[in-house]
């Protein structure tokens, strides 16, 4: 159901015996998971992060890289890995579906370099891509449609010299919707689903149908925000803050404010999140409906999100669960709490890429 790594650079080790590795590097932190093969399927390994500095890593630019390759070198010593498949940053990437002529597999990526230069403000010898084929197994008459991902050379280059640097070897790039998406949607479902990834410092929209991340969409708009209103209506520190934040609680008083604290940031997200819902639904195939909206990310589990966006969407929201393609509950439960998953998401999509691909 999804695609071919985004960008394969080394060949694979060999898969049964080598630990799947996804790594993240968002704005406030590196983050690695590693999912364990054994008999009785996948297991949860180790995990860990390194938050950075502010101002390391924004919207996705590389600010500083030293701070940024002695982080993973401090991760990479602790847990000893070498091999990763790493996530690009969405706010770099270009995303768009075109229609081409049905030709043979070994053709697609010829028929695509046509169409590039007029769906994306880069040259072809600036532009590393990769694509989806759209219900492949539906593809019929003279044309096909596919799903592009584009990426400024420069920028792969800027985030592979950072890893070699800090002596890991990326085995492949994907865009970080790919690899949320991989995190929550079944690999056997065909519907369509909106992906939310509310993260402390931007928020990020994807749009899967059929397996295929056709729309993506990052705001400036994260849980720092409410952090910080809430630490000042309060008069607390921010760590406080985002305790109350993050409580689960709706008993508390202060757990319950946090939507009067905070109601502006999140009409504001609701907002932009209604702009998108609504052009999909104008704009998008018919027989495409979004059938539920996914949340994610580590502000997602904030009390009450998931209701304010129910009722002020009139759509389903729910929250997600990242280990869908992993294991059932039923016979596994993995040593990371709830919360602390959904801020892994997009290394747990990378690091089941393996599984997926090989």
Not at 27 to 43: C, P, W, Y
Not at 170 to 182: K, M, Q
Not at 304 to 318: C, H, M, N
């Amino acid at each position: 159901m999804f695609a071919s790594k985004f960008f394969k650079l080394f060949p694979s080790p060999d898969f049964l015996t080598m630990p799947r590795v996804g790594i993240d590097i968002s704005d406030e932190a590196v983050r690695f998971v590693e999912f364990i093969h054994t008999k009785q399927g996948l297991k949860l390994g180790r995990f860990g992060e390194r938050l950075l500095p502010k101002g390391t890593v924004d919207s996705g630019y590389i600010q500083d890289s030293q701070i940024l390759i002695e982080h993973i070198k401090d991760l990479k010593r602790e847990f000893k890995f070498n091999f990763v498949r790493a996530a690009m940053p969405e706010e770099k990437a270009y995303l768009f579906k075109i229609e081409i002529p049905r030709v043979d597999e070994s053709q697609i990526r010829s028929a695509i370099e046509l169409r590039l230069e007029e769906n994306v403000p880069l040259n072809l010898s600036q532009a590393i891509f990769d694509y989806e084929i759209i219900r492949k197994d539906l593809v019929q008459g003279d044309t096909m449609e596919v799903s592009v991902s584009v990426l400024p050379e420069k920028v792969v280059s800027t985030y592979l010299d950072v890893f070699l640097k800090a002596g890991l070897t990326p085995l492949d790039f994907e865009i970080e919707g790919r690899a949320i998406s991989r995190a929550f949607v079944k690999e056997t479902d065909t519907g369509t689903y909106m992906i939310i990834n509310f993260a402390e410092r931007r928020t990020g929209i994807f749009i899967v149908s059929e397996g295929v991340v056709c729309f993506s969409s990052s705001l400036s708009i994260g849980g720092e925000a409410l952090t910080s209103t809430l630490a000042k209506s309060l008069s607390i520190s921010f760590e406080e803050a985002d305790k109350i934040k993050h409580s689960r609680d709706k008993s508390t008083k202060n757990s319950i404010n946090v939507f009067e604290y905070s109601i502006n940031t999140l009409a504001a997200l609701k907002d932009e999140v209604s702009k998108v819902y609504t052009y999909w639904h104008d704009h998008g195939e018919k027989d495409k409906k979004i059938g539920a909206i996914i949340l994610s990310g580590e502000n997602s589990s904030l009390v009450g999100l998931d209701e304010y966006l129910t009722i002020s969407l009139k759509a389903p929201v729910v929250q997600g669960n990242p280990w869908v393609n992993a294991f059932s509950f039923s016979t596994y439960i993995p040593p990371m709490d709830y919360s602390k998953a959904l801020s892994y998401a997009v290394s747990i999509g990378l690091a089941l890429a393996h599984n997926h691909h090989v």
